[in-house]
């Protein structure tokens, strides 16, 4: 028995009702809408967040020089692209929603994936959206404090504003999600652009002392290996959300075709971006004053830009706002996955009978994201973020490995050569290693915390015999869920997973089936 089969208990009567019902076509269901362009859009609006306008004073604090600095955004948009190679076939070849945790559970089994998941909904997630919420305020504020920083209250209340209108939007419908994402996308790639025009005027000028190698290379602090491997974490957190396309493989139009399209294009342009990006800044910043600034591309409007230079912060504040969104949207669905397969509450696998958006899973995230924005040195945050998802995307591209020899003859639409992973792992390893040796407090927390999902896999899913009072609980809070929510099981599409998944999900409780008819009809 897998472990989803695990969660289904004796109300599945109705449930196989509510089944017929998505099989007949009168449930509601994710449909596949996302493009090649929209699939882009994705890939870069995740990506292009906070990090690019936060993550330079990182990278540059800890790389000790200009130049390392530069090389740093370099090798981690090579090791980033050699990454979503891999993910690309692993994505053809487990079409599934869900992502590296689908990857992980199918490969390794349910106690990896729960973990992968369980860190995912107690860290990674809400710490990259508290991160991006928290930039987009200082963003805001900081025009209002020019000879100080913004107070912290300030800087979370907003950053709190920031994410309930968010949430609310991406409950509200799909398309007014996709149609913010597509506005601020545009916003952020417009800040962007500026500063590398800003950053080849100022070369054309002359201004590139910081460029010259004799000048590039100077310390301005002892070199440390263990500082560079957390200057690569810093760095690393710019070019994440790269795998965000992954988990919401079940809503691409010919997801064989275009998620490994979207991939190629969109990671070398976003590396492009990043790289002319840092030169621009220190065209027009020493690395002593890149460091003493707390919002790094106002700093340099307000250098170049004169009287327009409320233009960047106004910028940037939509880049950010759009990477809050981007990171809702794409959360769900991993949440989505998870609950799928008997990981998490049901609750959170279900869609409104109407609006088709994952209402419960939005506001759970809200929510644990709103915790998380009680901490609000984001450069710590960073720093968790950095070391679990790098711990993760290892162990996922270990499963390549795995799969290739476990499954030689699996059919795969993309074959890479295994070169590329031992690459990523050879790099991964490196900078586990010296984050360790470096941050052995912060990585150990982080350890620490996926490990608690150990307990709670056991306790909660792998227990078959729970007992009766603890099932009916469940199943009546499950029940007030969808009754507050006006949520329903989403109709299963063949491209969900195997035959023998698609017979479990049957098996899934609905108890909201149980009250009435009323959602039969309803369609996206």
């Known amino acids: 028995m897998t472990d989803g089969a695990r969660q289904r208990s004796s109300t599945s009567g109705s449930a196989k009702d509510a089944a017929g019902e998505s099989e007949s076509g ?9 493009g090649l362009v929209s699939a882009c859009g994705i890939i870069v609006g995740n990506i292009i967040g ?9 990278v540059m604090e800890n790389a000790s020089s ?26 053809v070849t487990i079409p599934k929603s869900g992502g590296d945790y689908s990857y992980v559970k199918d490969i390794f089994g349910g106690l990896a994936g729960f973990l992968r998941l369980w860190i995912a909904v107690l860290v990674i997630y809400p710490t990259n959206q508290a991160v991006i919420a928290l930039t987009f305020s200082n963003y805001v504020l900081q025009p209002l404090f020019p000879t100080c920083f ?39 790639l417009l800040a962007l652009a500026l500063i590398i025009v ?17 000048n590039a290379f100077e310390p301005f602090q002892d070199y440390d290996v263990g500082l560079i491997a957390l200057a690569f974490l810093q760095g690393s957190f710019a070019y994440g959300g790269w795998n965000f396309l992954n988990y919401v493989t079940e809503e691409l139009v010919d997801p064989y075709v275009n998620l490994p399209r979207a991939i190629f294009i969109s990671i070398p342009l976003v590396t492009f971006v990043y790289v002319f990006a840092n ?4 065209t027009a910043m020493s690395p002593q004053e890149l460091l003493a600034s707390n919002a790094v591309a106002v700093t340099f409007g307000e250098k170049l830009l ?56 939005l506001l759970f995230t809200c929510l644990s994201t709103l915790l998380m924005l009680c901490t609000s040195d984001m450069y710590t945050l960073i720093n968790y973020v950095g070391f679990i998802n790098y711990l993760f995307y290892g162990v996922t591209v270990a499963g390549q490995i795995v799969l290739r020899i ?34 052995p407090v912060v990585c150990g927390i982080g350890l620490a915390i996926m490990l608690t999902g150990v307990p709670v896999y056991f306790l909660g899913v792998y227990w078959d015999n729970k007992p009766q009072c603890f099932d009916a609980f469940v199943d009546k809070m499950t029940y007030v869920g969808q009754k507050f929510c006006m949520v329903v099981y989403p109709a299963m599409g063949n491209s969900s997973g195997t035959a023998e998944e698609g017979e479990e999900m049957k098996e899934a409780r609905s108890p909201l089936s149980e009250d009435g008819d009323n959602h039969k009809s309803a369609d996206c």
């Open 66 to 91: 200009v130049g390392v600095a530069l090389i740093v955004w370099i090798v981690t948009g090579v090791i980033t692209a050699i990454g979503a190679l891999c993910y690309a076939e692993l994505g």
């Open 306 to 361: 004169g009287v327009m230079s409320w233009i960047m912060p106004i910028s940037v504040a939509l880049s950010t706002f759009g990477g809050v969104n981007g990171s809702l949207f794409t959360s769900s669905r991993l949440f989505f996955a998870g609950a799928r397969e008997g990981h998490l509450p049901s609750l959170l696998a279900m869609i409104h009978v109407k609006r088709c958006t994952p209402i419960p899973a």
């Open 406 to 439: 476990k499954q030689p003859d699996m059919h795969r639409p993309i074959r890479i050569s295994l070169i590329w992973p031992v690459i990523y792992l050879l790099f991964w390893a490196f900078l586990l290693i010296f984050s360790l040796y470096s941050e």
């Open 50 to 58: 906070s990090g690019i306008f936060v993550s330079p004073k990182g």
């Open 279 to 282: 030169i621009a800044y220190v």
């Open 150 to 188: 913004p107070p912290e209250i300030g800087l979370r209340l907003l950053a709190a504003v920031c994410l309930l209108l968010l949430t609310w939007v991406n409950c509200s419908s799909v398309r007014w999600a996709t149609r913010v994402q597509d506005i601020f996308t545009a916003g952020k």
């Open 198 to 214: 800003m950053g080849l005027v100022q070369i054309c000028k002359g201004e590139y002392y910081w460029l010259e190698p004799a």
């Open 26 to 34: 009168g449930g509601v269901a994710l449909k596949k809408e996302i």
